[in-house]
Structure formats: C-alpha cells, structure tokens
C-alpha cells in the first residue's frame, strides 16, 4: 500500500487579488475547496482508486456554482452553455473526452463512460450527447447552468467584443490585439467576480495517479470553440510512469505548448522532477507566448505541485490522515 496517497484540485486561475475579494467570498471558496478535498480524500482512504477520487471530486466541483464547470458555467457568445471535460487514467493511460456540451449535468460523468465503455477517446456536441444520454446519465435543462454573477460577466464581455477567461478576463488568443479604439484589453471584465475551470489529481493507495479537467470554457466564446479541457495532453494528462497533471488558463496557448503532457515528456525525457518540469511549462514555456494559468500535478511518488503564473489560483491538496491545505493567492 502506498502511504503516500493524495489529492489535489484547482477551481480555476487569473487575475485573483486579495484587495478584490470580500471577506465572505474569500472563506466561500475555502470552505468549498475543504468539502470537495475531504470527499476526495475519503475516497482514497477507503481503498478506492486515483480515477474515483478525481471523478468525485470534479463531479463536485461541477455542482458548486462558484466554478466555471456544469452548474455556474460560463456563457458562449449566443448566450448559451456549452461544456467540455476529460479524464485519464495513469495506470492503463485509458481517457475519455467530451466537449460542446449543452444539457449533460456532470460532463465529467460522460468522459468517464466514454474511457470505460467506448473504443473512442473524445466526443462532441450532438453526438457525445447521444452517447451520454445512451449511459443513462443525468440532462437538465441548459438553465441549469445558469447564474447571476455569470450572465453578468458575459454582459461585460460583450460589451468588450471578445472572449474572456472567466476568472480575469484577460484577453484571448483570438481577440484582436490592442488597438486605439480598444486600449485596454488587458483590463479585469469584474474585478469582484473571479470564478474558474475545475480539475483534479490524485495518487491512490495502489500507486496508481489519475487526473480530471471540466469547464465551461471561456466568457463569450465563439459557438463551437473547444479550448485544453477536453484535449488529452493538453489541459488533462496521466501516466503512472511520470505524472498526473490538470490545467486551467488561457486555453489556447495551452493547446499550442500541449502543456499537460510537457510536464511529463520533460520528467521522462530529460530525467528532471516532477516540480522542475511544472515550473519550466508554467514559469518559462508557457509565459513565451503569454500563456496564462497554472496546473496541478501528482507523481506516483506522492509529489505534488501547484504552479501558476497569474495573481491567484484556487488550488488545494490533502492526503489521507492530514487536514486538506487550501489556497488561492500567491
Ligand atoms: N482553460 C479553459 C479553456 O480555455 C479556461 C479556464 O481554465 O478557465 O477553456
């Protein structure tokens, strides 16, 4: 047995300040990220395995309105919701994907039918529908997704003309670049509301390690747009050989740096630490084509990591026996 079980999950990156946050918020957050710990945690204690804990703990996240995953997702720019999430398992590196998704309560529920019970990894819109609803998973109606402080936020964005990472609103890849009728596309869209993509990573008892990412993606997307979340390798990666790694930032770069899977290619290839490859991706690539965000990565060892290069990132971790750890600025 491996006494060196843990977990670890992120509610999402960005312009996070403690000058911004209320009192009330602030202890919201850390009491949501202590339940979704705990939870995790008994899954690990009770024997059960790395895929388990980061499925629950995800589906969790999901429910809490607080993130920008399932309920309290983001909206798209024809003010819609639509979903993306994936799932790997480190010990048979098994990974089910889905994204566009519009009425799946928990889309990391349909990843994980897709890596259990389909030969494919990812599916999208109409047809990852199709599959999910085929497993008998839960639909609701896309008002479901709905919350106040989102429809707000994505009132700002339009207003702003482009897509915004929930949490800061900082510009995208595919926003048009400062310009002199738009001088200031770096500005925070609701200093007050940050809120983020969710992901988990965790090392069980076996030694086995699994991670899960599930989002909503980015404030006044385009219809159709897919970011990391759901791209193997990119915003989810696991493989017991080296790590478990789950992303949250400015999707775009983190498809181009296939971020997840650096961290692992850097650990088997150059030999380094699972901690020197976390920061070389976050610290170093990723910041080349301003890339903005972190991760959160296990190894088998029972090392763990939580890099970002924004002002906060909600993050925690807790292994079996010892009271979960949780953060959100630098
Ligand atoms: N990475 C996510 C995306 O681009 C956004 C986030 O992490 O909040 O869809």
Redesign the pocket.
Do not use: I, M, W
């Given at each position: 047995m491996n006494p060196n079980a843990v977990i670890a999950i992120h509610g999402?990156?960005?312009t996070i300040l403690r000058a911004s946050m209320s009192a009330s918020a602030e202890a919201d957050y850390h009491a949501a990220l202590h339940a979704v710990l705990s939870a995790g945690q008994r899954v690990l204690a009770d024997g059960g395995s790395a895929l388990d804990a980061v499925s629950e703990a995800v589906r969790l996240l999901e429910d809490c309105p607080l993130f920008?995953a399932g309920r309290g997702a983001v909206y798209t720019a024809a003010g819609t919701h639509e979903l993306?999430a994936a799932i790997m398992d480190g010990s048979t590196l098994d990974a089910g994907a889905i994204c566009c998704v519009t009425r799946v309560r928990n889309p990391i529920l349909a990843a994980r039918r897709v890596l259990e019970r389909s030969e494919h990894v990812l599916f999208t819109g109409a047809g990852a529908e199709a599959f999910a609803a085929a497993q008998g998973l839960e639909f609701v109606e896309p008002e479901y997704f709905h919350t106040e402080a989102r429809h707000r936020q994505w009132q700002l964005a339009r207003g702003q003309k482009r897509a915004m990472?929930?949490?800061d609103g900082a510009t995208?890849a595919s926003a048009p670049s400062s310009s002199d009728d738009d001088p200031t596309p770096h500005e925070p869209i609701d200093p007050n509301r940050k809120f983020?993509?969710v992901g988990a990573v965790a090392l069980d008892q076996h030694g086995h390690i699994a991670a899960a990412t599930s989002?909503?993606?980015?404030t006044n997307?385009q219809v159709g747009r897919v970011?990391?979340?759901p791209l193997i390798g990119a915003?989810c990666y696991a493989d017991d050989a080296t790590c478990a790694v789950s992303?949250?930032?400015?999707?775009?770069m983190?498809m181009r740096m296939v971020a997840a899977y650096d961290v692992a290619a850097q650990m088997a290839y150059r030999n380094v630490s699972l901690e020197e490859a976390a920061q070389d991706v976050v610290m170093n690539r990723l910041p080349k084509i301003d890339g903005r965000?972190g991760l959160i990565a296990v190894d088998a060892r029972g090392n763990v990591t939580l890099p970002f290069n924004t002002e906060g990132m909600y993050r925690g971790f807790a292994r079996i026996g010892e009271s979960p750890v949780t953060a959100i600025y630098r």
């Open positions: 999402g990156a960005g920008n993306d990472l929930d949490h995208l983020g993509t989002t909503g993606g980015v997307k970011g990391d979340t915003g992303t949250t930032g400015s999707g775009e983190f965000g």
